[in-house]
């Protein structure tokens, strides 16, 4: 069993040198399109449901 998780952590050890990360640029690139993304479905999302509740009080009142 102890064989099977070294061979296993030593596999990984290889795959992860295999894997190019991004760098500082692009992560930063990426940070700010999915934070702008939030924004954008949050306002949305806070648009619509400001719309349902007034419809829903028209409604029931």
């Known amino acids: 069993m ?3 998780a070294r061979q296993f952590l030593r596999e990984v ?5 295999k894997i190019t ?4 640029k692009e992560t930063i690139a990426s ?4 934070i702008v993304i939030v924004l954008i479905v949050c306002v949305y999302l806070g648009i619509v ?3 349902l509740s007034r ?3 028209l409604i029931v009142y």
Request: hydrophobic share 45%.
């Open 2 to 4: 102890a064989d099977k």
């Open 13 to 17: 050890k290889t795959e992860l040198k």
């Open 21 to 24: 990360w991004p760098g500082r």
């Open 31 to 34: 940070t700010v399109v999915v």
């Open 49 to 51: 449901d400001v719309i």
């Open 55 to 57: 419809l829903i009080r």
